[in-house]
């Protein structure tokens, strides 16, 4: 199981908020070792959408944020739309392990 | 425009070996940070190993460590995987990926190729 936990989905109708959580520990996001975010459309590589915790790459829509506090990181999703639907990953680095890791990844659904 | 292409993949038997590389164009390959990651079927992502731009200091997940070893060609703008013992569960796409920012480790995996699958079975 991977250090990072995430939910494994969340769903919202369009318009709606939605927001996904990636829980670590004090060897990886407590750390203050980065968070980004990636977007997996189905039977597509992923996609960076957000880096260093909270910033955007170029073309991405602002209607993605991330934040940060303590041990967690989250990505929020804002004006939900269909083609938002996609697995959500986020990744760090973890000192005691001494690799990068994923967390587990969400499933989002728009309803 | 960036592009990374990899290729290699089959289906082999467990304990057979295989090697993957991953065409690199439109950036300058040998300024970067290059990764290779994983992702079984119909499972999450998994780091599997990460290449520095100058072939120092390569680190590996656990899972692989031992069994797979990753180098680069910067004369031909290509990242290899070489992975040796493979077992049942290496079973999955195997992308490379490169760094954001040139030189530097951890600015995020700006740029994926599009994958190459790797079979294991009997």
């Known amino acids: 199981q991977s250090v990072l936990t995430q939910p494994p989905s969340v769903s919202g109708a369009p318009g709606q908020r939605v927001t996904i959580s990636c829980t670590g520990s004090?060897?990886?996001?407590?750390?203050?070792?980065?968070v980004h975010w990636y977007q997996q459309l189905p039977g597509t590589a992923p996609k960076l959408l957000i880096y260093?915790?909270?910033n955007r790459p170029s073309g991405v829509p602002d209607r993605f944020s991330g934040s940060k506090s303590a041990t967690s990181a989250s990505l929020a999703i804002t004006g939900l739309q269909a083609e938002d639907e996609a697995d959500y990953y986020c990744?760090?680095?973890?000192?005691?392990?001494?690799?990068?890791?994923f967390g587990s990844g969400t499933k989002v659904t728009v309803l | 425009q960036v592009q990374l292409v990899e290729s290699g993949g089959d289906v082999v038997q467990p304990g057979r070996s295989l090697r993957l590389s991953c065409a690199a164009s439109?950036?300058?390959?040998?300024?970067?940070?290059m990764h290779w990651v994983r992702q079984a079927p119909g499972k999450g992502l998994e780091w599997v190993a990460v290449?520095?731009?100058?072939?120092?200091?390569?680190y590996y997940a656990d899972s692989v460590k031992g069994r797979f070893a990753v180098s680069r060609d910067n004369s031909k703008n290509t990242l290899f995987l070489q992975m040796n013992s493979l077992r049942t569960e290496d079973t999955a796409v195997y992308y490379c990926?490169?760094?954001?920012?040139?030189?530097?480790?951890?600015?995020?995996?700006?740029?994926w190729g599009q994958g190459t699958l790797v079979t294991v079975s009997s």
């Open positions: 990926a490169r760094e954001r920012i040139d030189y530097e480790f951890w600015t995020g995996f700006k740029y």
């Open positions: 990744q760090s680095y973890d000192s005691s392990l001494s690799t990068y890791v």
């Open positions: 004090s060897s990886n996001i407590g750390a203050d070792y980065d």
């Open positions: 290449m520095p731009y100058d072939g120092s200091n390569k």
């Open positions: 260093g915790f909270t």
């Open positions: 439109g950036f300058t390959f040998s300024n970067y940070v």
